[in-house]
């Protein structure tokens, strides 16, 4: 399902600046769901009828998503070689990730918001151990926000395919941990 | 090749009710015991979805076991993935409470390595336990668990309705998400990208 929207996100991508914009990333989480939800139980099938919650939800996602991708943009070059190497190819697929939330906010009835021409990613570090905790900060707070709104998503495809990008920013977050000299895996489930 | 859902259901279906061999692994549970375990949160629908993961979940939990029993797996790469043993046995703890919460059936361990290896046959994952001849089968037969734990998780998060067991099947398939890189960063010689190749993982389901 990734594509359609990895073009523009490129495109951003390649001419965004990494500066400002910040707590974007909780636009939608405080988003009501009472109204699309029955007894606190989410649909499963179906057709897909535009679900406003669901927009607002991967909304968030997409800004947490393209903030991520600045994030990388400015680490990539800071790091020594072999973990440039692994960030450079993680910063490809949280691209595709932007391109899939954009198919899936299309999906859920919405619009994508277009990228903004900067996005806040905080002081820029100054070494490798700040740039690897920068970035796994960055993993860490997207892995929440998924896990926090996979309950609340109407659509049920839509929680599966959140579920994917999830499980792969949940790999990037144990990784970075290794490299960091942290346990890289320190719990059965992860938050 | 990915199976057709029509066999992936043939497949847990004959994995839940196995052969005569396996016929003793199940514990059925009834729904009194589940009131009495003080759950009820999972929702009246969710309860074959979470008995699936748990069969996968047991069966993941049970070849840790038996590939660091064959002891192929040694030194730094044994010691990379030693406690992915204890993390799957949590998944299977949680899910049990969930599935006892949602008056399903309790599936156990499979009761042997044969019928272990029945299912994962069934499961179309070719390594066998008590086969493995070096530390890269075993590595490649712990990757292709973990990526059938992450299909299993990944369906049923199709179908799951109830909050809380959407929560937790998606914190467990994350966690097998990151045991598959960290395994597979052992099949590929600690190069770091090989370990999370895809942008979307879905596991084999």
């Known amino acids: ?191 | 090749m990915r199976p057709a859902p029509a066999q992936r259901a043939a497949t847990r279906r004959e994995l839940l009710t196995g052969g005569a061999a396996a016929a003793g692994a199940l514990l059925a549970v009834p729904a009194a015991a589940a009131a009495a375990s003080g759950g009820g949160t999972a929702a009246s629908g969710d309860g074959g979805h979470l008995t699936r993961v748990l069969s996968m979940s047991v069966l993941a939990a049970y070849v840790y076991q038996q590939v660091f029993a064959e002891g192929v797996l040694t030194g730094t790469r044994r010691q990379a993935v030693s406690s992915f043993e204890a993390q799957e046995q949590a998944h299977v703890a949680a899910l049990r409470r969930a599935v006892l919460s949602a008056g399903a059936t309790v599936v156990g361990p499979p009761p042997s390595t044969v019928v272990a290896n029945q299912y994962l046959a069934h499961r179309q994952i070719p390594g066998r336990l008590g086969q493995l001849q070096s530390a890269e089968d075993a590595l490649d037969l712990l990757i292709d668990v973990e990526r059938s734990s992450i299909g299993s998780c990944y369906v049923a998060l199709l179908s799951l309705t109830g909050p809380d067991a959407i929560v937790l099947v998606a914190r467990i398939m994350a966690n097998d998400s990151q045991h598959e890189a960290l395994v597979t960063l052992q099949r590929h010689a600690l190069k770091l990208p090989a370990a999370a190749p895809y942008a979307l993982v879905s596991g084999s389901h």
């Not at chain 1, 450079?88 to 021409?117: M, N």
Request: hydrophobic share 40%; net charge positive; proline share 6%.
């Open chain 1, 1 to 191: 399902m990734s594509g359609q929207g990895d073009g523009p996100s490129r495109r951003g991508l390649l001419g965004g600046a990494v500066a400002a914009v910040g707590a974007v990333a909780l636009a939608g989480c405080g988003a009501s769901s009472g109204s699309e939800k029955t007894a606190g139980q989410t649909q499963t099938s179906g057709s897909n009828p535009p679900s406003p919650g669901d927009v607002a939800r991967l909304s968030a996602a997409l800004e947490l998503e393209r903030r991520t991708v600045d994030a990388y943009v400015a680490c990539v070059p800071l790091l020594s070689k072999p973990n440039s190497k692994a960030a450079a190819l993680w910063l490809s697929e949280e691209v595709q990730h932007t391109g899939e939330l954009i198919a899936l906010i299309k999906q859920a009835g919405g619009k994508a918001a277009p990228r903004a021409d900067s996005y806040e990613i905080g002081s820029m570090p100054r070494n490798q151990a700040q740039t690897l905790a920068l970035l796994a900060s960055f993993e860490q707070l997207q892995v929440a926000y998924y896990l926090r709104i996979m309950p609340q998503l109407r659509l049920a495809k839509a929680r599966a395919a959140v579920g994917t990008i999830l499980n792969c920013d949940a790999q990037h977050l144990s990784l970075l941990r290794l490299v960091q000299g942290r346990p890289a895996v320190p719990s059965a489930f992860v938050t």
